[in-house]
Every structure is written in structure tokens, then in C-alpha cells.
């Protein structure tokens, strides 16, 4: 009889995703492989969070085509797979945003996870860094096709600093996870089942332990919110500063984003990487404590070290990059060396605007009277004497 010839697992898997390849460990998810690639090549995650055991496999906005299994067998998989989900195999090749299907399915899966989801975001304090919001404008339709009524809940208080809307959740089950692996105890969960299913405390108990902060963070959408900042500005306004404490809960990272507006404070949050998620320091996740993030709002009880880096592509960004890259200057080069003057110094050579008049010097909104006064200019060389101008 032919001997069973044992192949050994190689060291590290080649995986090809949108046409890319690279080396993971064996074990690696197709999302985290894809992570490791960065860029548009990673697939969103609303469900799936890195430092939260047991995460993932929800939401499905992960999906992927995986075009060829393994190098032992490439046979395609017939269904797109949920990448947060599903290990890579040696010589597995995967499609994210080269898919057609994928583009497809995420429209439809954006479709679904806004039938409920209102479309609140003027008032929803967590526009601006909302990732059901980016992926609406990403693969979201303009109408809906839903002709149901929206689900709706009774307002449930879940304690003085976080606050709860339940229509806006999306059952990612992320804050849930939050309770059982952060803080020290459960209080809340997903009770009922299908289109009744909401989170709850059960019996309208307070989540009150110290990290239960955390789970406002977590939450992809506006159903967790941050109750101290509430209305009180919208984000892309406030200036992210990263800064420390010394933070007497040992459980505490100390490390933290502060949210300012001049000199005040206006929330605290963890850190978060480019994938939304908290960052990790020592390997371990940056979880912060409810005194840092929620009593600890002067700039005298932290050490600023910086403007923080906002790497995610969201509106979030706009004027938080620590460096202004200046466009290349393409005008003169378009016009063979000259002068741009037309362009760029309309205010001498305009008939429109009378050079006598100096706009910037101008005290407040300029009016017509400004405007009458040149008449009694006299026109100098090359002026016209248009608009009253006398020669
Ligand atoms: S409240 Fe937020 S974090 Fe919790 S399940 Fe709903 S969407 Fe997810
Ligand atoms: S992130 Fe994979 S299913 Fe939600």
C-alpha cells in the first residue's frame, strides 16, 4: 500500500487579493490579510472589531469573491464568503473592489442595513465619523425602495453618560461584546430576536461600571453616543489632540484623543487607528477608563503631545492633517511663462472693479456706496473710463 505522504503547513500562505500578493500566517483572516495591503484593497467592517473576541460575521458589508480556493484546490468558492469570517489557504486568490459581484452585493447589503437605519445624520452627533454614513455614500442608493413602517422602540435610559437610539442600531453586537470582555459586569444585551431584536439592560439598570464608556466607541453608528457631548458640537468642527494622564485605574491606558475648540474640551475619546478601532499600546487594546473620558474634560488635567493624525478617509479629516500640501503651481506653465494676470489679478486690470478702491481695506461687507465714490476717480494710464471715470 502507498504510503500517506504527510504535507507540512508552509510557514507563511501566498494570498492574491484585487491582484496584490502577499506572504500571512497561516490562520490569518482575508480581512486582516487585506488590512495588511491597506487602502481601498481592505473590505468595511461594521461588526468585526480586531481587539473584541468573537466579533465579526453580522453585518456582512465584508464580503469578498474568492476566485480560486488554494493552490491544492482553485476552484472558486460559489458563494462570496464574509472575510472577517474566513481563514486564507496557500494560493488563494481574492476579489474585493475588483469584483463586480462584491460592488453588487454591498449596495444590497447598505440597502438592508438602512431599511431601519434613519437618515438622521444632520442631527446625529455621530456624523462625520459614522461608518454606516461613508459606506451610504459609498454604495448607497438614492431612494428607498422600503414601503414599510420603520422599526420603532420606546426610549430606554441606559445611565447619565451614554446615550441610546435604538433606531439607529444596527445589531453589531460590538457593545455587547465590550460589556462581557471589558468591564467587569454584564449589564446589557441583545434581547428578543428578527425585527423586535434591541439592545437593552434588561431592566432598565444603569450601565454604570468604568468602562462602559468604551462601548459608545465601538459602536459603528449614532445608537451609542456620548451623552456629555451631546449637541454640543458637530465633530468635524472640534480639534483632535492626542494627550496622556496618569490615570490612577490600573485597567486604564491614560492615553486618549481630546476633542477641542479653542482651549475647551468638548469630549474625550480612546485612540483610534485607521480602521476605527481603539488603538493598541504595549499589544494591548487602549481602552480608556469613564473618568478619563468622561470627567476629565479641562486641558489642565492632560499632557497634550499633538494634533492627532485622522487617517480615515472621512469628513472627519477635512483640516485635521498635520501637514498643508500645497498643489503643484500648473498656471504659469499653461501659459507658456506669463504672467497669470488675468486670473490671478483681476483686481488691477477688471473694468469691473475700480482699482481706486481698495476691497480689503474696506471696513465690513462693502456697498454702494463704496462703489459711487468712483466716479470721482480720475483714470490713470490704460484705465478705462468706464463706471463713470473721468479722463
Ligand atoms: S448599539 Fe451600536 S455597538 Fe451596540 S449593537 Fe447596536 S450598532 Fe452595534
Ligand atoms: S465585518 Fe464581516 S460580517 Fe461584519
Known amino acids: ?25 497561516p490562520g490569518t483572516t482575508i480581512l486582516n490579510a487585506a488590512r495588511s495591503i491597506g487602502g481601498d484593497v481592505a473590505p468595511p467592517a461594521m461588526c468585526y472589531y480586531s481587539k473584541l473576541e468573537g466579533s465579526g460575521g453580522k453585518c456582512r458589508t ?123 459586569k454584564r449589564v446589557h444585551g441583545i434581547v428578543d430576536r428578527g425585527d423586535h431584536a434591541a439592545i437593552s439592560t434588561y431592566i432598565s439598570r444603569a450601565v454604570d461600571n468604568d468602562f462602559s464608556g468604551n462601548m459608545i466607541d465601538v459602536c459603528p453608528v449614532g445608537a451609542l453616543t456620548d451623552r456629555t457631548f451631546r449637541f454640543k458640537n458637530r465633530v468635524w468642527f472640534t480639534k483632535p489632540v492626542d494627550a496622556h494622564r496618569d490615570c490612577e485605574n490600573p485597567e486604564c491606558c491614560g492615553k486618549a484623543t481630546l476633542w477641542l475648540r479653542g482651549e475647551e474640551v468638548f469630549r474625550v475619546t480612546a485612540r483610534k487607528d485607521q480602521w476605527g478601532e481603539v488603538q493598541s499600546f504595549d499589544g494591548k487594546p487602549g481602552w480608556i477608563c469613564n473618568t478619563c473620558r468622561f470627567d476629565k474634560k479641562e486641558t489642565k488635567d492632560w499632557t497634550i503631545e499633538g494634533q492627532t493624525l485622522v487617517a480615515r478617509h472621512s469628513v472627519i479629516g477635512a483640516n485635521k492633517y498635520k501637514k498643508l500640501e500645497m498643489p503643484a503651481e500648473t498656471i504659469k506653465e499653461v501659459m507658456n511663462g506669463r504672467d497669470p494676470k488675468l486670473m490671478m489679478n483681476i483686481h488691477n486690470v477688471s473694468e469691473v472693479n475700480n482699482p481706486n478702491i481698495q476691497l480689503s481695506e474696506i471696513e465690513g461687507p462693502a456697498h454702494s456706496e463704496d462703489f459711487n465714490r468712483s466716479a470721482e476717480h480720475v483714470a490713470g494710464e490704460g484705465e478705462s473710463t468706464q463706471w463713470g471715470m473721468k479722463k
Open 1 to 25: 500500500m502507498a504510503e500517506e505522504v504527510k504535507k507540512e503547513t508552509p510557514a507563511a500562505f501566498k494570498v492574491t487579493i484585487d491582484n496584490i500578493t502577499i506572504d500571512v500566517a
Open 62 to 184: 465584508c464580503l469578498v469573491e474568492v476566485a480560486a480556493g488554494s493552490t491544492a484546490d482553485p476552484r472558486p468558492m460559489p458563494k462570496l464568503v464574509a472575510s472577517c469570517r474566513t481563514t486564507v489557504m496557500d494560493g488563494m486568490i481574492v476579489k474585493n473592489i475588483t469584483s463586480e459581484k462584491v460592488t453588487d452585493a454591498r449596495n444590497g447589503v447598505v440597502e438592508f442595513l438602512l431599511i431601519n437605519h434613519p437618515l438622521d445624520c444632520p442631527i446625529c452627533d455621530q456624523a462625520g465619523e459614522c461608518h454606516l454614513q461613508d459606506l451610504g455614500y459609498e454604495h448607497g442608493k438614492e431612494g428607498t425602495r422600503y414601503q414599510f413602517a420603520r422599526r420603532t422602540f420606546k426610549r430606554e435610559d441606559i445611565g447619565p453618560y451614554i446615550q441610546l437610539h435604538m433606531t439607529r442600531c444596527i445589531l453589531c453586537y460590538r457593545c455587547t461584546y465590550v460589556a462581557d470582555q471589558i468591564t467587569n
